[in-house]
């Protein structure tokens, strides 16, 4: 159920597989986590090992066998917190490198919503006005309302302006008009496949 999201806080997928499973079912063999989980037995114990590691799992020892057991998901955030911290450590070098490189003009190509999400990280971190072309209101995708919204809070308090040319077809579904948006629209008898392209100086 939330498998995507624990990969994307760091662990494989057979490590989230088996911590989920866990945390629904409780203490469990080696046996029943494979089938609970349907994880390969054979790759089991190396996720356990690793899991354990990093403090997500722990081992009950037995005569018969060993059981396992989630630790409380709140070790997560404290997993967190330790990457964050390395990070921290090391971005002031990171960034100094990054701005003694010398820079050319080019095309950056974002794909997919963790391509929008950077597109959107990329316009904050600038604080410039944006000039898009071709628009197709992905706003309005379903799952990232809540992007979407902490996005127009961020532009708020930037004071961002976007100025957006959509395709006709937007304007025919009356798409509500967001915060600090200056918006036109194509003819229906333009370019049937007019890309989109969207341009703020880095």
């Known amino acids: 159920m939330y498998i995507e999201t624990l ?4 662990l494989a997928q057979n490590e989230a ?9 409780g203490e469990l063999s080696v046996g029943r986590i494979a089938a609970e ?3 390969n037995r054979r790759n089991v114990y190396d996720s356990l090992n690793r899991l354990i590691e ?16 989630a630790a409380d998901p709140e070790t997560l955030s404290q997993v967190l917190e330790e990457k964050q911290q390395a990070l921290n450590s090391i971005l002031p070098v990171l960034r100094a490198w990054h701005q003694g490189t010398p ?5 950056m190509i974002y794909r997919g919503v963790e391509g929008w999400k950077r ?15 071709g628009a197709k ?4 995708t379903p799952g990232l309302q809540g992007l979407v919204k902490q996005y127009d809070q961020s532009l708020r308090k930037r004071n961002i302006k976007l100025h ?3 395709d006709a077809e937007v304007k025919e579904r009356k798409r509500q008009i967001r915060f600090g948006e200056e918006c036109r629209f194509l003819p229906k008898s333009g370019p049937a496949r007019l890309p989109l392209i969207f341009t703020v100086t880095m």
Do not use: N
């Open 164 to 166: 957006i040319l959509y």
């Open 7 to 10: 990969q994307q806080l760091g």
């Open 137 to 140: 209101g992905i706003w309005a």
């Open 17 to 25: 597989r088996i911590y989920e499973t866990l945390l629904q079912k």
């Open 119 to 133: 597109y959107m990280r990329d316009i904050l971190r600038v604080g410039k006005d944006v000039y898009t072309i």
């Open 103 to 107: 820079r050319q003009e080019g095309v």
């Open 37 to 39: 989980s349907s994880v």
């Open 54 to 69: 990093k403090g997500l799992v722990f081992e009950i020892v037995e005569k018969s066998e060993s059981r396992y057991q």
